[in-house]
Nanobody
């Protein structure tokens, strides 16, 4: 059973930065891709970013491309989402997740099997 714990959320002004962390324990994480999704009030959960198991490939939603970066430290079983130039529309609960298997999609939430509890990110204008 994999446990994922996110941290690093908070309140920031527009144009500011935050770094989210997601630490894994209790199971296999280093050999799986990982992803970040977010859900704003009244909206469906949406894909934000994903990373391959090795960290060599990353994928981003168009809305965050160029502003967010995704990295991982497999020695620490941790992934990081660096969020720069934050906008009020980035306000949401952010969730990290483990990709189910190698051929799963990076972009679809149903292709992830373990999820963290989420961390709130609020960007004020």
């Amino acid at each position: 059973q994999v446990q994922l714990v996110e941290s690093g959320g908070g309140l920031v002004q527009a144009g500011g930065s935050l770094r989210l962390s997601c630490a894994a324990s209790g199971g296999t994480f280093n050999n799986r891709g990982a992803g970040w999704f977010r859900q704003a009030p009244g909206k469906e959960r949406e894909f934000v970013a994903a990373i391959s198991w090795s960290g060599t490939s990353t994928y981003f939603a168009d809305s965050v491309k160029g502003r967010f970066t995704f990295s991982r430290d497999n020695a620490k079983n941790t992934v990081y989402l660096q969020m720069n130039s934050l906008k009020p529309e980035d306000t949401a609960v952010y969730y990290c997740a483990r990709r189910k298997y190698a051929r799963a999609s990076y972009y679809t939430s149903s292709d992830y099997d373990y999820w963290g509890q989420g961390t709130q990110v609020t960007v004020s204008s």
